[in-house]
């Protein structure tokens, strides 16, 4: 019901925009957010973005590079990366919550595949 996709390899410096596509059933009212999950390291919250007045939240290893956004129409979400760091590198996966709390919890109703994003130095 979620796929995330645009991963890749880039160099430190560049962007990537990664998409997630909702299908299968609607997600109005559900909070959208990002997770990553580097090598090693325990799944971590990247960023959200609600519903109706589409507020955002990010941790704040990537705030200011990072930028969540959300096409209800079209079930959309989409995470564009500037600025890539390697530490950066992990899988990302795309998620639904009912609450930004619990997002950045950890915490999310449906979980999507994860796309990989490899950041060179």
């Known amino acids: 019901q979620l796929q995330a996709s645009g991963g890749g390899l880039v160099q430190a410096g560049g962007t990537l925009r990664l998409s997630c596509a909702a299908s299968?059933?609607?997600?109005?009212?559900?909070?959208m957010g990002w997770f990553r999950q580097a090598p090693g390291k325990e799944r971590e919250f990247v960023a959200s973005?609600?519903?109706?007045?589409?507020?955002?939240a990010y941790a704040d290893s990537v705030k200011g590079r990072f930028s969540i956004s959300r096409d209800n129409a079209k079930n959309m979400v989409y995470l564009q990366m500037t600025s890539l760091k390697p530490e950066d590198t992990a899988v990302y996966y795309c998620?639904?919550?009912?609450?930004?709390?619990?997002?950045?919890?950890?915490?999310?109703?449906?979980w999507g595949q994860g796309t990989l994003v490899t950041v060179s130095s």
């Open positions: 998620a639904a919550g009912r609450f930004v709390s619990s997002l950045k919890g950890g915490s999310a109703s449906y």
């Open positions: 299968g059933r609607t997600f109005s009212g559900y909070v």
């Open positions: 973005v609600t519903w109706g007045y589409g507020s955002t």
